[in-house]
């Protein structure tokens, strides 16, 4: 397919500019608050979730007390690798917490919107970073968690260890709100709009691949 970049310089008196650039801020202020608040809930939940396994794990390796069995050796450092996996997860969310900044208002409705994209394009990039890094990190440091007990413990310890502990990185990955990623995806690919004052109005300029 041959692809060529169009440029497109429409003067647009300056009323009728700032009604359109007004009417995409608004809806896109609103979706970036609404991912905001998900944002925060997710962030929030996970540190608890986390916190909890990482001090419930410890509490009971220390108590020496296996509340389905009997504890032993293996089921001890099965609980210190877990804690120290959920510590991991923990320090994550509290350390390197995901965040969406959604810029103040501007008067000047086009230089908000442009702001707005730029916050967009931001939180959109972190989401996709965050939601892969969450299985590839999830998955080598179960691994290495495995190796650990294996080598210490057996290769059977070292894979139940795995097996209850590796669902939880998807999870947190699908659980994670992902809608300004999905969003900017969509709005990215085809087309871009750049609005500019001019001495005479406003110039908007229209970019596309095709």
């Known amino acids: 397919m041959i692809r ?13 500019a700032r009604a359109d650039c007004g009417r995409d801020a608004d809806a896109l202020r609103t979706h970036l608050t609404s991912q905001a608040r ?54 994550s969310r509290v350390v390197i917490p ?16 442009a702001q707005l994209r730029a916050s967009l394009t931001a939180i959109a990039k972190k989401e996709r970073q965050t ?34 502990s590796f669902p939880i990185g998807p999870i947190s990955a699908y659980t994670m709100p992902r809608g300004s990623w999905h969003r900017w995806r969509d709005e990215h690919a085809a087309w871009s709009i750049a609005v500019t004052p001019r001495a005479d109005g406003w110039s908007l300029g229209v970019a596309g691949a095709f």
Not at 4 to 16: F, R, S, T, Y
Not at 59 to 75: C, I, K, M, Q
């Open 4 to 16: 060529a970049l169009v440029v497109i310089a429409i003067a647009l008196a300056p009323g009728a």
């Open 38 to 91: 998900g944002v925060r809930i997710w962030n929030t939940a996970w540190a608890i979730a986390f916190g909890a396994a990482a001090a419930g794990q410890f509490a009971l390796a220390a108590a020496e007390t296996n509340p389905l069995g009997t504890f032993d050796r293996d089921y001890q450092e099965t609980l210190y690798v877990g804690a120290a996996k959920a510590t991991i997860g923990f320090a």
């Open 131 to 164: 939601f892969w890094l969450t299985h590839l990190g999830g998955l080598a440091i179960n691994l290495a968690g495995a190796g650990l007990l294996w080598e210490r413990r057996s290769f059977a310890v070292g894979a139940l260890s795995f097996a209850m």
């Open 98 to 113: 995901l965040r969406v900044d959604v810029p103040a208002p501007d008067p000047d409705r086009c230089r908000d919107l």
